[in-house]
């Protein structure tokens, strides 16, 4: 991260921080950019700033007015969770969301057939996820698209990711660039170590809290925040963290995402995958291959998909009557979460709760509001 940017250009990376309106962000973008010299210690900060730029231009040009319609690319969540697939063309998307789902996107040979966001609804047991095929952000010779961009801003938006490959036509390189386009937004899949929390403040300079381990110093910190604008804060950091993760979170604001790689058109002769799964294990993301084509792979799929979510099945009962649904809910939630969820009277006059499952040792074990449930648990709750 450069620390020896020009004055001018903190201030206008300051003012873009504080911007508000799509336009004052642009602006104040466009001011720091042309301030910031070309040299290779600015030139992943330069490529950055560049795609937040352009992101930014699209969604001003695609912005809906008062009373207008809406975006035919913007998507509603629905059910437990919302999945985005992510590829190149003619990578099997389509096939694959009509595999997995209750639609029938139009399906076809030629380039670019989809041209919006296609929902469907992905039933995994007794588990409804919403699955979303998007544009495609690659041509079959791996050119970002038009839409590339507008695809990558509802991706970031998702709970999974999955990125479709077709493993017939160099899916090591459709991941890297993937990858690459992802990271262009502020979307890392790869899985996060630390966490850290910016909060800004009127005085004070910068302050330090770590709940963990920093490899680095508080000048280091210091140093990074002033070349974007930021005198005054407190930075909290949870777990290992380095001077790396400051900057990805906090400067380039990357959101990260959970991901999965699906390795499609395993039903042909495949380019060795070896490295694709190298690549993947690197980066912490699960892989699968599938055959959409043939249907082959896809419990396996669903499976991974559901896991990866990291949700449990709660079930409910009351006066020996088991609900027919189960509450869908992250995995690590307690029994007073649940309550809330429930009404949050039930969760006021709490008294105790009955667990029948995997997280007590004796079935219809009596616990507290503090009781950490697990998957398929069964759940009566019981208040004043």
């Keep these: 991260m450069p620390t020896n940017l020009p004055a001018e250009a903190k201030a206008k990376l300051a003012k873009y921080r504080e911007a508000r309106t799509h336009e004052e962000k642009i602006k104040a973008l466009e001011e720091a950019i042309s301030c910031i ?71 076809a040979d030629y380039p670019m057939t989809t041209r919006k966001a296609v929902p469907g609804m992905m039933v995994y047991e007794d588990v409804e996820m919403q699955v979303v095929e998007l544009p495609a952000i690659l041509t079959e010779t791996f050119e970002e698209t038009s839409i590339a961009y507008k695809s990558l801003s509802i991706a970031k938006n998702a709970d999974l990711i999955m990125v479709v490959l077709d493993a017939s036509n160099r899916p090591l390189e459709q991941f890297r660039k993937i990858v690459e386009m992802l990271e262009d937004v502020g979307i890392a899949l790869k899985k996060a170590q630390t966490k850290v929390i910016l909060e800004k403040k009127d005085s004070g300079g910068i302050r330090f809290v770590t709940f963990g381990k920093f490899h680095g110093t508080v000048d280091d910190v210091k140093k990074l925040l002033e070349s974007v604008g930021i005198r005054n804060a407190v930075v909290k950091i949870i777990g290992d963290a380095t001077i790396e993760d400051i900057e990805e979170q906090v400067v380039y604001e990357f959101v990260y995402k959970k991901g999965l790689v699906v390795l499609n058109k395993c039903d042909i002769k495949l380019e060795s995958s070896s490295k694709v799964e190298e690549l993947s294990a690197q980066l912490g993301i699960p892989l699968v291959k599938v055959s959409a084509k043939e249907g082959r792979g896809l419990d396996e799929l669903k499976r991974l998909i559901f896991e990866n979510l ?61 009781h950490v449930l697990q998957d398929k648990d069964l759940v009566e709750i019981f208040a004043m």
């Design 37 to 107: 010299p070309h040299h290779k210690h600015t030139e992943k900060m330069l490529r950055q700033l560049k795609k937040k730029l352009a992101q930014l231009r699209r969604e001003l040009e695609h912005k809906p007015v008062r009373g207008g319609r809406r975006d035919e690319c913007s998507v509603e969540k629905e059910g437990a969770a919302q999945v985005v697939l992510v590829g190149a063309t003619n990578s099997g998307k389509s096939s694959l969301l009509a595999r997995l789902t209750n639609v029938t996107p139009e399906i």
């Design 310 to 370: 990291g949700l449990i099945r709660v079930y409910t009962q009351k006066d020996g009557v088991v609900a027919h649904k189960p509450i869908v809910v992250p995995s690590g939630t307690t029994v007073s979460q649940l309550a809330y969820l429930i009404h949050k009277e039930l969760a006021e006059g709490f008294r105790y709760a009955k667990v029948w499952g995997k997280s007590v040792k004796i079935q219809g074990q009596k616990v507290g509001a503090d």
